[in-house]
Structures are given as C-alpha cells and as structure tokens.
C-alpha cells in the first residue's frame, strides 16, 4: 500500500510493531526459545522506545489535524483510539504484573496486529485524503524518529 511520505515515520513504527507482534504471538509456543521474562523485556523496551511516543504522534498531531479537515466521528478513529488505550493497559499489566501468562503476550501480539491494520488501511488512507499535503508535510517533523531506522 502507497503511503503519503509524510506519514512514513509512524509507517516505519508500524513496520516494528508488526515485528514485534508476530513475535510475541509465539509466546509460550514451539516457535520460540524465548522466555516470559524475554516477552517482558521486549515489550516494555519496545513501548519505551517507540509505542509510547508513537501513539502520542497519533493522538497528539496527526488526530488533532485531521479533526480540522474530516470527520473523527466514526468507527475506525473510535477504535483506533479504544485500541490505544487497550494496548497501553496491556503493556502496564505486563510491566507491573509479577506473573505473566504466555497467554497475556499473544494477546497482545494479536490486538497489535490488529491495530496497525486498521491504521494502514482504514484511517491513515483517510487522512491522507482529507488533509492538505503541506500540512501532512509539517506534521511530519513533529513526529518522534523511530529507534530503529531512525525515520
């Protein structure tokens, strides 16, 4: 899917997210030699590093200037939204819990996967329509860079 290269930033944090949710959807599987204590490292420095700043993007710039030019009313923003605030509960369930079910990590990598989909495919497409370019364009530099590539 084509994507405005304004919004690559948050496509590269997708791009992880998606990484990281096919890994944890092995939690406790014959897939993989990690350990709940790895799922639990993983997930937290995943959030630290780029689903906390990343999910402000969203919330922050990208939603706040998509309101100005479309509808946020609808189903898909809802549940962008309901998903967020899903994932954040999960991640602080696994970061303060002391017992962690292989379970409660799959969980995760579904909803994550899920999520990003929705993004990619329903509400990003959406702004990009909605949004005049040059905004888009600024918007882009008030997006945190991704730990991994940078972008």
């Known amino acids: 899917m084509k994507r405005h290269e304004a919004l690559y ?3 590269h944090h997708h791009h992880h997210a998606l990484v990281t949710a096919v890994e944890l959807k092995k939690a406790g599987t014959e897939k993989t030699e990690k350990s709940l204590l790895d799922f639990r490292r993983s997930v937290i420095d995943f959030w630290n590093q780029d689903g906390r700043g990343h999910f402000r993007d969203e919330e922050e710039v990208l939603l706040p200037l998509y309101a100005q030019y479309g509808n946020v009313n609808q189903e898909s923003i809802k549940k962008m939204l309901i998903q967020h605030a899903q994932i954040r ?11 962690l079910t292989a379970e409660q990590f799959r969980e995760l990598g579904e909803l994550l996967d899920e999520h990003v989909r ?6 990003f497409p959406m702004i990009e329509e909605a949004v005049p370019e040059k905004l888009l364009y600024q918007a882009n530099g008030r997006f945190h860079r991704d730990s991994v590539s940078g972008r």
């Open 9 to 11: 930033p948050l496509s």
């Open 89 to 99: 509960g999960m991640v602080e369930r696994i970061r303060e819990q002391p017992r």
């Open 118 to 123: 929705l993004e990619e495919r329903t509400v």
